[in-house]
């Protein structure tokens, strides 16, 4: 999404006249965009991110890019809240799976409202994702698995504010304990 975006700032400036490398240089001026692969910090040699991913389609790029430039060598964890209606629902779910297939590991936080999908039921046979119901133990699953050298993402359709704040701290009591 960000590398489209790109293209098309450039494009739409060079047709209102900008130079295509002044542009550019503007470009790389730019912070990026709130929730939308968010660099949320590095903690003990891990790098956190949180994107408002709540569809399959684009968790599925958001990883193919995390997987493809940043954690060729590294284990992927993601977190993904099962928020919207349409993941909630389970309507999606095979879709999610196969998006969910670029992460290492996977932690789901169950919604807290109630489906109709047994979610529980369909982890079973998926080694690789782990379904919680609060948030701690969604901090709790990624610093048992998680590594320096590793990338955690959350997918949210809500503020995951709370639970990167969580991370980091255990993530600075796990590192100062190994010392």
Sequence with gaps: HNASNATAAVAAANHCGVPAQE??????????????LEHKGTVAGVV????FGHHP???????????????KHAKIISMVELGSYTIRSGI????????????DRVVLL?????????????VE?????????ADEAVCEHVVEHVRAGDVVIS???RNFHAIHATLKQRLL????QVK
């Design 48 to 51: 956190c991110y949180d994107d």
């Design 92 to 103: 999606m779910a095979d879709h999610l799976y196969d998006a969910l297939l670029l992460s």
């Design 173 to 176: 009591q796990t590192s100062e």
């Design 125 to 133: 046979d998926k080694p690789h994702i782990t379904i919680v119901n």
């Design 110 to 122: 169950n919604p807290a409202s109630q489906s109709d999908f047994n979610w529980a039921k369909w």
């Design 155 to 157: 997918f949210s359709s």
């Design 23 to 36: 542009a550019v240089t503007a470009l790389h001026q730019f912070k990026g965009v709130k929730r939308r």
């Design 57 to 71: 389609t684009a968790i599925a790029k958001v990883l193919s890019s995390l997987r493809h430039k940043l954690a």
